[in-house]
């Protein structure tokens, strides 16, 4: 049987920031060039480093070192992290439906995420959702910039893991925004997309999502859907 890769989008499809994490890259900003951020720039379905380098552009900062923006990327979610694990949470339906797709042993799952990994590696164990991904197959901000092309990084990093290769057709992504869905269109993966980030089901549909569901509250309907997209068995004879 061959397997299914799973990847998860975090933020607006397994939990809510509460509102928290939107302010770490202004404050990072300032601590990286010393002064503060005039401008706002859009964060959903982003890579971090994207959303800093737009934030550089928009303010005529020049290229700063990939490896400051990391660490202070991170430092900065470290010390919002009690704020977040407080005015956050789990997605109604998230956790179940975690733990029922990793209970099908044709599926392997992890992260299709913006998040630098260190980020998204706190963000679960905040939510008490780690142990449901296999962290070492995601696709990270660290990656790549651009979003598409994590899918192809966490393929590779599934079929070594696993010793199976992942094509578009046994790879599914599942995120709550356009750019969630570009992501597996343009990268190479089956979309699921849940309405239950800021982007309506019409948009989602219309951004070409193979399923829109309205969140992930119907495990069934969660299970449903990845057996829709889930190609049949050649038969060998």
């Not at 992501?183 to 829109?212: C, F, K, P, Q, Y």
């Amino acid at each position: 049987m061959r397997r299914l890769l799973v990847l998860w989008d975090i933020d607006g499809t397994l939990i809510d920031d509460g509102g928290t994490c939107g302010a770490i890259y202004p404050r990072a900003f300032e601590r990286l060039t010393g002064r503060p951020a005039r401008h706002r720039v859009a964060t959903a379905g982003r890579t971090e480093p994207d959303i800093m380098a737009e934030l550089f552009a928009r303010h005529g900062v020049g290229p700063v070192e990939p490896g400051r923006v990391t660490a202070e990327l991170v430092a900065q979610l470290r010390r919002v992290a009690t704020e977040l694990a407080t005015a956050g949470g789990v997605l109604p339906g998230a956790l179940e439906a975690l733990r029922a797709v990793g209970e099908d042993g044709g599926v392997v799952q992890s992260v299709l995420t913006g998040n630098l990994r260190a980020n998204a590696a706190l963000k679960l164990r905040l939510f008490g959702l780690a142990e449901s991904v296999d962290l070492d197959i995601g696709g990270y901000g660290d990656d790549a910039r651009a979003r598409p092309a994590l899918v192809p990084v966490a393929r590779r990093r599934a079929a070594g893991a696993y010793g199976q290769e992942f094509a578009a057709d046994t790879t599914v992504l599942i995120g709550d925004t356009p750019r969630d869905v570009q992501a597996g269109r343009v990268g190479g993966a089956r979309v699921i997309a849940v309405a239950s980030g800021a982007s309506s089901a019409a948009e989602l549909a219309a951004a070409g999502a193979d399923t829109v569901l309205p969140d992930l509250r119907d495990t069934a309907a969660v299970l449903r859907a990845l057996r829709a997209v889930r190609p049949a068995e050649r038969s060998t004879r």
